[in-house]
């Protein structure tokens, strides 16, 4: 049901325009829609089987409209922003069920039914405060998809298959380990959401999406720990095995919200697609496998599961040091012929790229960063020193800093990225 709905989605968002309005009130209605169905599958008073048919249709309808909402906002906001949001909000969808599994079923029933409502009001009001208007589908150049990194994608890929490879082999977290599984998930999510952090308030780093290598050593630790311990303690290599594959869940996230992001591309459409390639397909997949009992024979699943992962994991981990292979030689061909003018630009353009800057901007921050002061930038750009305040004074808000040093620290920061140390020029 979340497929077909978000096939139908991506199809009425292709060809046909809506307002702000219409889609906020799609929204409430979705949101309905999964209230009226968490309310039919948690209910005791409605334990049978059509109901919760009924139930599950309405909350993968609702969901999918919720889904992409949320990944609008997502592709929206700055990418340092939508990654804490990302991993923070992994966190809590592992700690709630912890919560609540203790919570009478009627009080269950109540607050399923009333998050979806709750949860959609909250999400209209942020992307009314955060997101830009945006009425019906924009046209991609080729040059933007040119500018998608591929290998990536590749990598998510794969890690996708992964799921229709455990199902193959029949591994998944028995209800005795449900509660293991739950609390290695939030582990596993507490370790992403901290790595953000630091990345982010630490290393005062702005692109969340090249933290990627490390969360494919995570994926690769959950793969290499399940095909050398299953024989040994089954339940808990499966465990981690699959807390450890929420890891991509949060990477895809992450890195389609920067990607759409920072080339301006239609949230909608790509976020969907996106979802779809990595995991709605491969867990209807994985799901079909488990329903028609299409798994590999018992007398060879223990032996062909551990082969199975030991390959995904040698995999992974060789996926990881091609990319960061080639990623190194890109950066080592860039920086000879660039001359500290050149990468200084290039500086400003990335940051101009990742914080949406107006042209008027990205000039100013350049001159700003050569050393101009605030009235040699407003003569070199023949106009009023109050303009060039007004530009700044925009310029720092977006960047979220508040004086000049801090600029100079985030271009820095873009320098060192493109192994190019050239100092900034001081104060004219």
Known sequence: MQIFAMVLLLAI??????????????????????????????SPAYGNEQSALVALILRGVGSSVFLLAFGRLLCSIEPIKSA????????????????????????????????PLAA???????????????????????????????????LLILCALST???????QTPQANVDLLYRLLTIAVNLVVFSAYLIWIYGLKRNDPDTLWPFLMVIIFVGLFVFSSFSSIAPDAASSLLSATRKTLMVFAWVFMASIIYQLK???????????????????????????????????????????LMAIMALAVIAGVLVVVYKSRLAASANQHPASP????????????????????????????????????????????????????????????????????????????????????????
């Open 13 to 42: 968002e292709r060809f046909c325009s809506y307002t702000s309005r219409q889609a906020s009130a799609v929204l409430v209605v979705a949101a309905s829609l999964q209230a009226v169905g968490s309310f039919l599958l948690f």
């Open 84 to 115: 804490l949001v990302i991993a923070g909000g992994e966190v809590l969808v592992g700690v709630f069920p912890v919560i609540f599994s203790s919570v009478p079923a009627d009080a269950v029933a109540f607050v399923s039914s009333a998050l």
């Open 120 to 154: 959609a009001f909250c999400l209209l009001w942020a992307i009314e405060k955060t997101a830009t208007a945006e009425s019906g589908s924009s046209p991609v150049t080729r040059e933007q998809l040119k500018k998608i990194p591929i290998h990536p994608i590749i």
């Open 164 to 170: 229709i490879g455990i199902a193959l082999v029949g």
């Open 265 to 307: 591309l239609p949230a909608i459409p790509f976020f969907c697609l996106g979802q779809l390639a990595i995991s709605q397909i491969p867990h209807t997949i994985a799901f079909f496998i488990r329903q028609y009992d299409l798994q590999i024979s018992s007398n060879y699943q223990e032996t062909s599961a551990t082969i």
């Open 341 to 428: 003018e050149a990468a200084l630009k290039a500086a400003i353009d990335r940051l101009s790229d990742q914080y949406s800057l107006s042209s008027r901007e990205a000039e100013v921050a350049l001159l700003l960063a050569k050393g101009y002061t605030l009235g040699a930038t407003a003569e070199n750009l023949t106009v009023s020193l109050d303009t060039v305040r007004t530009h700044a004074k925009n310029l720092y808000r977006k960047l979220d800093i508040h004086k000049r040093q801090e600029l100079l620290s985030l271009v820095q920061g873009e320098l060192d990225l493109t192994a190019c140390n050239a100092p900034i020029g001081g104060r004219r």
